[in-house]
């Protein structure tokens, strides 16, 4: 029987490193997956995976399963280690439209056995479009409602409100949809 | 930031906090009010609930061959953050309750703290700040200047995203202060300016990096003052 997420997580909060080990393959593609959507250059994207299960490595003691799943704390550290990159180097080399095409729903579905994102992409995809670019800007891409305003060309107050809107929406989608 | 911000101030701003696209100022305002109230903490909490989730989206993407082994080499050499004994923890727990207390404080105007019985009563009634926005914790170290005289206070705040404040009382001079954060391994990272009037400032800003890799904090001012603040 598989060890479940949590349990490798408290493993290696233990130090174990077969657990480390074990999680590191459970999770590498989903991982450098997002590194290279946000980053946009494969030897970067390989580089803010590295640093990201670092992280879950040294951090492992602090998940607190009631904030959320292991799938999500993870992907959570990975993307803020690669907007850390992405904000030092002072570029924007991601190509937001391969990210935007998420939104797509005739787009094919990339994560067979994780029922999970197939939940939160109808949830996505129940929002009006413009609210869901302005969620998504903000969450992969740490873009600020200033960024997306100038970036869609928009008011400050229009990109402010399609964040909240979007993300109020989508935060209710998903509790219907909760056990 | 002088006014401490009310419930119809803050959730406007929930969702910015929680895609982690606000500003340090402006999260740092919402930590401080969703520190002692419920309602907006339990609406942040969902709202960064669901913005996680979104994560879930991006495309699985296998690595390169030989990933697995880089990563599992980098983890032998780095030590997870082992759990602390209990007792050390609770008391860690609640020096960090301390520290957003002083947050509160500084960010009320009232700059200047001391470690009374008020304040620890006070902090008491702060215990679940931390668990604001992922908090892992939060650090406050002196700013000193180069004969020793505090002029400040550094607030590190450990979380998703991470934050560092800096409030100055009394710097030396006027005008803008360049900081730079030095990591353990020595590097310096150049992070950004606050602006320094009647010698008093208050300013937030994101911090890129973990608590722990943290050594020093500089600030450098007009006229040649050079501020400190260390970690351990
Ligand atoms: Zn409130």
């Known amino acids: ?179 | 930031m002088t006014d401490r911000p009310d419930c119809e101030g803050v959730r406007p701003l929930l969702a910015e906090v929680a895609t982690g696209a606000a500003t340090g100022p402006e999260r740092a305002a919402v930590l401080l009010h969703t520190a002692t109230c419920d309602a907006c903490r339990t609406e942040l909490a969902g709202l960064a609930k669901a913005a996680d989730e979104l994560l879930l989206l991006a495309p699985a993407h296998e690595p390169p061959t030989g990933f697995e082994s880089a990563v599992l080499n980098r983890l032998h050499e780095a030590r997870p953050a082992r759990r602390t004994p209990m007792s050390k923890r609770s008391w860690t727990r609640h020096l960090a309750v301390v520290c957003a207390v002083l947050v509160a404080a500084v960010l009320t105007g009232a700059v200047v703290w001391q470690a009374t019985a008020t304040d620890r009563r006070l902090a008491a009634e702060h215990r679940q700040t931390l668990s604001v926005a992922g908090g892992r914790y939060l650090k406050a170290l002196p700013i000193l200047s180069s004969t020793g005289v505090r002029t400040g206070t550094v607030f590190l705040y450990q979380g998703e995203p991470s934050w560092l404040l800096v409030s100055l009382a009394g710097a030396p001079t006027d005008g803008e202060y360049r900081m730079t954060v030095i990591d353990r391994d020595g590097v310096a990272h150049p992070s950004g300016a606050c602006q320094v009037r009647h010698g008093d400032a208050v300013e937030g800003y994101p911090l890129y990096r973990a608590v722990t890799e943290i050594a020093r904090i500089q600030l450098d001012g007009p006229g040649g003052v050079h501020l400190e603040a260390h970690t351990a």
Not at chain 1, 52 to 68: C, I
């Open chain 1, 1 to 179: 029987m598989a060890v479940t997420d949590e349990g490798l997580v408290a493993g290696m909060a233990a130090g174990d490193s077969q657990a480390a080990a074990a999680f590191v393959r459970r999770y590498q593609a989903r991982v450098f997956g997002l590194a290279l959507t946000i980053v946009g250059v494969p030897a970067t994207a390989e580089e803010v995976a590295q640093e990201a299960f670092l992280r879950a490595w040294r951090y492992a003691g602090g998940y607190d399963p009631r904030r959320g799943a292991v799938a999500s704390w993870l992907l959570t550290i990975t993307r803020n280690a690669a907007i850390d990159v992405v904000r030092v180097s002072h570029e924007r080399p991601y190509e937001p439209d391969t990210l935007l095409g998420l939104l797509d729903p005739q787009a094919e579905r990339p994560l067979e056995g994780w029922p999970d994102a197939d939940r939160v992409r109808t949830a996505l995809h129940g929002l009006p479009h413009e609210q869901a670019v302005a969620v998504v800007l903000a969450t992969f891409y740490g873009l600020t409602a200033r960024e997306i305003a100038e970036r869609e060309d928009i008011p400050l107050g229009t990109a402010k409100t399609r964040i909240r809107l979007g993300l109020i929406r989508l935060r209710d989608q998903l509790e219907v949809t909760d056990d």
